[in-house]
Protein backbone atom coordinates (compact mmCIF):
# COMPACT_ATOMS: atom_id res chain seq x y z
CA UNK A 1 0.00 0.00 0.00
CA UNK A 2 2.12 2.89 -0.68
CA UNK A 3 2.14 5.55 2.13
CA UNK A 4 0.45 9.06 1.36
CA UNK A 5 2.15 11.65 -0.49
CA UNK A 6 2.98 15.14 1.49
CA UNK A 7 1.90 18.29 -0.63
CA UNK A 8 3.38 19.09 -3.33
CA UNK A 9 5.83 22.12 -2.48
CA UNK A 10 5.77 23.03 -5.70
CA UNK A 11 1.90 23.45 -6.07
CA UNK A 12 0.07 26.60 -7.41
CA UNK A 13 -0.01 29.58 -5.47
CA UNK A 14 -3.98 28.99 -4.31
CA UNK A 15 -3.36 25.20 -3.48
CA UNK A 16 -5.49 23.97 -6.24
CA UNK A 17 -3.70 20.79 -8.39
CA UNK A 18 -5.39 19.86 -11.17
CA UNK A 19 -7.81 21.84 -11.93
CA UNK A 20 -7.84 25.41 -13.85
CA UNK A 21 -6.28 28.15 -11.87
CA UNK A 22 -8.28 30.83 -9.91
CA UNK A 23 -8.14 34.35 -11.11
CA UNK A 24 -5.48 35.66 -8.09
CA UNK A 25 -3.39 32.23 -9.18
CA UNK A 26 -3.25 33.65 -12.87
CA UNK A 27 -2.50 37.14 -11.59
CA UNK A 28 0.21 36.28 -9.64
CA UNK A 29 1.31 33.95 -12.66
CA UNK A 30 1.16 36.93 -15.39
CA UNK A 31 3.36 39.06 -12.65
CA UNK A 32 6.06 36.35 -12.38
CA UNK A 33 5.81 36.13 -16.72
CA UNK A 34 6.44 40.15 -16.46
CA UNK A 35 9.14 39.87 -13.90
CA UNK A 36 10.81 37.60 -15.88
CA UNK A 37 11.05 38.87 -19.18
CA UNK A 38 12.07 42.21 -17.79
CA UNK A 39 15.02 40.14 -15.43
CA UNK A 40 16.29 38.31 -18.91
CA UNK A 41 16.21 41.71 -21.18
CA UNK A 42 18.15 43.37 -18.87
CA UNK A 43 20.39 40.41 -17.64
CA UNK A 44 20.99 40.41 -21.70
CA UNK A 45 21.46 44.25 -21.77
CA UNK A 46 24.39 43.71 -19.17
CA UNK A 47 25.92 40.76 -21.33
CA UNK A 48 25.78 43.37 -24.11
CA UNK A 49 27.37 45.45 -21.79
CA UNK A 50 30.29 42.93 -20.96
CA UNK A 51 30.80 42.22 -24.74
CA UNK A 52 31.47 46.13 -25.55
CA UNK A 53 33.44 47.15 -22.31
CA UNK A 54 35.94 44.14 -22.15
CA UNK A 55 37.26 45.28 -25.54
CA UNK A 56 36.95 48.77 -24.65
CA UNK A 57 38.38 48.49 -21.63
CA UNK A 58 41.59 47.13 -22.88
CA UNK A 59 42.08 49.80 -26.06
CA UNK A 60 41.49 52.29 -23.22
CA UNK A 61 43.94 51.10 -20.79
CA UNK A 62 46.65 50.45 -23.95
CA UNK A 63 45.94 54.06 -24.71
CA UNK A 64 46.73 55.35 -21.06
CA UNK A 65 49.96 53.42 -21.39
CA UNK A 66 50.85 55.21 -24.81
CA UNK A 67 49.08 58.44 -24.88
CA UNK A 68 49.19 59.30 -21.49
CA UNK A 69 52.22 58.88 -19.58
CA UNK A 70 51.60 61.59 -16.39
CA UNK A 71 48.37 59.83 -15.97
CA UNK A 72 48.20 56.13 -17.70
CA UNK A 73 43.83 55.53 -16.16
CA UNK A 74 42.35 58.59 -17.64
CA UNK A 75 41.16 56.35 -20.37
CA UNK A 76 40.19 53.23 -18.68
CA UNK A 77 38.50 55.06 -15.93
CA UNK A 78 36.06 56.72 -17.88
CA UNK A 79 35.12 53.42 -18.91
CA UNK A 80 34.49 52.45 -15.57
CA UNK A 81 32.22 55.43 -15.28
CA UNK A 82 30.60 54.30 -18.85
CA UNK A 83 29.66 50.54 -17.18
CA UNK A 84 28.54 51.97 -13.72
CA UNK A 85 26.47 54.71 -15.50
CA UNK A 86 25.12 51.43 -17.86
CA UNK A 87 24.69 49.45 -14.53
CA UNK A 88 22.72 52.65 -12.56
CA UNK A 89 20.29 52.53 -16.25
CA UNK A 90 19.82 48.95 -16.20
CA UNK A 91 19.22 48.22 -12.74
CA UNK A 92 19.30 44.57 -12.97
CA UNK A 93 18.68 43.27 -9.51
CA UNK A 94 15.95 46.35 -8.71
CA UNK A 95 18.17 48.09 -5.98
CA UNK A 96 15.40 50.94 -7.32
CA UNK A 97 12.29 49.69 -6.19
CA UNK A 98 14.18 48.72 -2.65
CA UNK A 99 14.90 52.86 -2.88
CA UNK A 100 11.28 53.62 -3.15
CA UNK A 101 10.37 51.64 -0.43
CA UNK A 102 12.83 53.37 1.76
CA UNK A 103 15.74 50.38 1.83
CA UNK A 104 19.01 51.24 3.94
CA UNK A 105 20.73 52.62 0.71
CA UNK A 106 20.60 55.93 -0.22
CA UNK A 107 20.78 57.67 -3.77
CA UNK A 108 21.87 61.12 -4.48
CA UNK A 109 19.19 63.66 -5.26
CA UNK A 110 20.88 64.51 -8.42
CA UNK A 111 19.94 61.15 -9.94
CA UNK A 112 16.53 60.82 -9.29
CA UNK A 113 16.10 61.93 -12.77
CA UNK A 114 17.58 59.74 -14.67
CA UNK A 115 16.20 57.29 -17.01
CA UNK A 116 16.50 53.73 -16.04
CA UNK A 117 15.55 50.69 -17.70
CA UNK A 118 12.95 50.37 -15.81
CA UNK A 119 11.03 53.60 -16.80
CA UNK A 120 11.16 51.57 -20.37
CA UNK A 121 9.66 48.29 -19.29
CA UNK A 122 7.04 49.91 -17.72
CA UNK A 123 5.63 52.14 -20.49
CA UNK A 124 6.20 48.72 -22.63
CA UNK A 125 3.67 47.26 -20.01
CA UNK A 126 1.58 50.29 -19.50
CA UNK A 127 0.80 50.07 -23.56
CA UNK A 128 0.23 46.18 -23.31
CA UNK A 129 -1.81 46.88 -20.63
CA UNK A 130 -3.57 49.59 -22.11
CA UNK A 131 -4.24 47.60 -25.47
CA UNK A 132 -5.64 44.21 -22.92
CA UNK A 133 -8.17 46.63 -21.22
CA UNK A 134 -9.52 47.77 -25.20
CA UNK A 135 -10.20 43.94 -25.62
CA UNK A 136 -7.79 43.80 -28.60
CA UNK A 137 -5.19 41.77 -29.89
CA UNK A 138 -3.08 41.18 -26.37
CA UNK A 139 -6.09 39.72 -24.16
CA UNK A 140 -6.65 37.28 -26.87
CA UNK A 141 -3.47 36.44 -26.36
CA UNK A 142 -3.52 36.36 -22.58
CA UNK A 143 -6.77 34.30 -22.61
CA UNK A 144 -4.85 31.45 -25.06
CA UNK A 145 -1.75 31.86 -22.99
CA UNK A 146 -3.67 31.48 -20.01
CA UNK A 147 -5.49 28.06 -21.12
CA UNK A 148 -2.44 26.42 -22.53
CA UNK A 149 -1.08 27.24 -19.03
CA UNK A 150 -4.12 25.85 -17.38
CA UNK A 151 -3.69 22.54 -19.38
CA UNK A 152 -0.12 22.16 -19.24
CA UNK A 153 -0.26 22.87 -15.63
CA UNK A 154 -3.16 19.87 -15.22
CA UNK A 155 -1.03 17.87 -17.50
CA UNK A 156 1.46 17.99 -14.56
CA UNK A 157 -0.56 17.78 -11.93
CA UNK A 158 -2.25 14.39 -13.08
CA UNK A 159 0.21 11.34 -13.03
CA UNK A 160 -0.06 9.86 -16.49
CA UNK A 161 -2.28 6.94 -17.21
CA UNK A 162 0.32 3.74 -17.98
CA UNK A 163 -0.82 1.69 -20.95
CA UNK A 164 -1.42 -2.28 -19.80
CA UNK A 165 1.31 -4.62 -20.22
CA UNK A 166 2.08 -6.23 -23.36
CA UNK A 167 0.86 -9.88 -22.77
CA UNK A 168 3.13 -12.77 -24.92
CA UNK A 169 1.70 -15.03 -27.24
CA UNK A 170 2.57 -18.70 -26.94
CA UNK A 171 4.06 -18.52 -30.81
CA UNK A 172 6.02 -15.24 -29.82
CA UNK A 173 10.00 -15.75 -29.60
CA UNK A 174 10.82 -13.49 -26.95
CA UNK A 175 8.12 -15.22 -24.73
CA UNK A 176 10.89 -16.86 -23.08
Do not use: C, H
Amino acid sequence: MPSPRPPDPDGRPDGTRGEAATGDARAQRWILIRDLLIFVSKAGLEAVRDIALIPAALIAGIAGLLLSPSKPDRYFLRVLEVGDEFDDFVDLFGKEKRLARGSRFDRPEEEEELLRADDIFNRIEKAVVDEYKRGGVTAQAKQAIDRGLDAVQDALASPPALPPPDKPTRGDPDAQ
